[in-house]
């Protein structure tokens, strides 16, 4: 992945936003876009989503490392974790399902700590103004490492 990452550094059309998370009002994580290996290119971010300043076929990701330590509680055991990739457009009132991912976990009888990834991605067509962000259940599997650990972004294809 690093090396996918560092090559799509240097596309034209490349945007990454890293998730070293920071916090707003009310605990709202958002992804970090100014800094580690964050940046943009022919995108703009706003609260949380890439929004698209030139028409076209992108390739959209999101990469999610997930971590719980209390999974022996029996109501724990097989909990469902969804990701989703979505599109807001000017165009119509809905957010638009772009792509899903649902996880159980906890999963083990015999462990109390769980550990595990999700990983979306696709290609959508984008046109300008319209946004992609992410939604998940659970932000509290989340692990916030580093740039490396979960990321989100997209670029022209």
């Known amino acids: 992945l690093v090396h996918i990452i560092s090559a799509f550094y240097f596309s034209i059309y490349n945007c990454i936003l890293s998730f070293a998370v920071f916090v707003i ?5 958002l992804w970090e876009h100014q800094n580690g290996l964050a940046f943009l290119h022919d995108m703009d971010y706003k609260a949380g989503s890439l929004i698209c300043n030139k028409s076209g076929y992108y390739y959209v990701y999101s990469k999610l490392s997930l971590v719980y330590s209390s999974c022996l509680t029996k109501h724990q ?16 009132p809905e957010k638009i399902l772009l792509l899903t991912n649902y996880i159980t976990y906890c ?47 997209t670029f022209m294809i």
Do not use: C, M
């Open 77 to 92: 055991r097989n909990s469902l974790f969804t990701h989703h990739i979505y599109k807001r457009t000017p165009r119509y």
């Open 25 to 29: 009002s009310f605990l709202l994580k």
């Open 107 to 153: 999963n083990s009888k015999d462990s109390e700590q769980w550990h595990g990834n999700s990983f979306l991605a696709g290609v959508v067509y984008l046109e300008e103004e319209e946004e992609v962000f992410i939604k998940i259940t659970k932000q509290e599997l989340l692990l916030y490492k580093d740039d490396s650990v979960s990321h989100f972004g």
